[in-house]
């Protein structure tokens, strides 16, 4: 008979201690609120530039998800603008990962992609500086920051991110804030949000 599985002293003071999940769930109502008012500043910023956009493209389309299993962690996001029809994309995501970071994300397959990775490269320098990483992972489904996950965007690094740019068939360009960051206390969350599609607009717009 297989022995059922034991808890640590810690592991049950945890399933115990019930201002942890008190916590959990207020700070789990300040974020749901946080993304909200970046989905507003966002429509404000997609209401104010002409986007290259893929066929059947819809600009008020969006989708707030909250889990708990993302590695083990959980985690909230808004995707605004979202786009995934079939095997194209072209979504800006917004994610609180508990345990890590707030990251948002320019994701782009598909449809257009080709046109895309040319305006990285001959918009290069107005992309570098402003925080903008390459992701180099084999899909659009990591959130690791770091060597052999990121490549930041910097004035130096033309020629290696053009070199990582023409293996892929998508892009995933990132920013990450970690949560210690004076912004995430102050409620600057949607701010970070809008200056991080400020930013990438040189790839999505003519």
Same mark, same amino acid.
């Given at each position: 008979?297989?022995?059922?599985? !034991?808890?640590?002293?810690?592991?049950?003071?945890?399933?115990?201690?019930?201002?942890?999940?008190?916590?959990?769930? !207020?700070?789990?109502?300040?974020?749901?609120? %946080?993304?909200?008012?970046?989905?507003?500043?966002?429509?404000?910023? *997609?209401?104010?530039?002409?986007?290259?956009? &893929?066929?059947?493209?819809?600009?008020?389309?969006?989708?707030?998800?909250?889990?708990?299993?993302?590695?083990?962690?959980?985690?909230? @996001?808004?995707?605004?603008?979202?786009?995934?029809?079939? +095997?194209?994309?072209?979504?800006?995501?917004?994610?609180?990962?508990?345990?890590?970071?707030? *990251?948002?994300?320019? %994701?782009?397959?598909?449809?257009?992609?080709? !046109?895309?990775? %040319?305006?990285?490269?001959?918009?290069?320098?107005?992309?570098?500086?402003?925080?903008?990483?390459? +992701?180099?992972?084999?899909?659009?489904?990591?959130?690791? !920051?770091?060597?052999? @996950?990121?490549?930041?965007?910097?004035?130096?690094?033309?020629?290696?991110?053009?070199?990582?740019?023409?293996?892929?068939?998508?892009?995933?360009?990132?920013?990450?804030?970690?949560?210690?960051?004076?912004?995430?206390?102050?409620?600057?969350?949607?701010?970070? +949000?809008?200056?991080?599609?400020?930013?990438?607009? &040189?790839?999505?717009?003519?």
């Amino acid at each position: 008979m297989t022995m059922p599985s !034991q808890f640590t002293d810690e592991e049950a003071a945890l399933m115990a201690d019930q201002h942890f999940f008190r916590a959990k769930a !207020q700070i789990t109502t300040k974020v749901r609120d %946080m993304l909200a008012a970046t989905h507003a500043a966002l429509k404000e910023e *997609v209401g104010s530039v002409t986007l290259v956009t &893929p066929p059947e493209f819809d600009p008020t389309n969006c989708h707030f998800v909250k889990g708990e299993h993302l590695e083990f962690f959980p985690y909230q @996001y808004l995707d605004f603008p979202k786009h995934f029809h079939n +095997s194209t994309a072209f979504t800006f995501r917004t994610l609180f990962w508990w345990g890590h970071h707030m *990251v948002c994300a320019l %994701m782009l397959e598909g449809e257009g992609i080709k !046109q895309h990775k %040319m305006r990285i490269l001959e918009r290069f320098h107005r992309l570098a500086g402003h925080g903008l990483e390459l +992701s180099l992972t084999p899909n659009f489904w990591e959130w690791k !920051q770091g060597e052999g @996950y990121t490549l930041p965007i910097t004035h130096d690094r033309k020629a290696q991110i053009a070199a990582v740019l023409a293996e892929r068939s998508f892009v995933k360009i990132v920013r990450f804030l970690p949560f210690t960051d004076p912004r995430i206390r102050s409620g600057q969350v949607p701010e970070f +949000s809008r200056e991080t599609f400020r930013a990438i607009l &040189p790839i999505v717009t003519s």
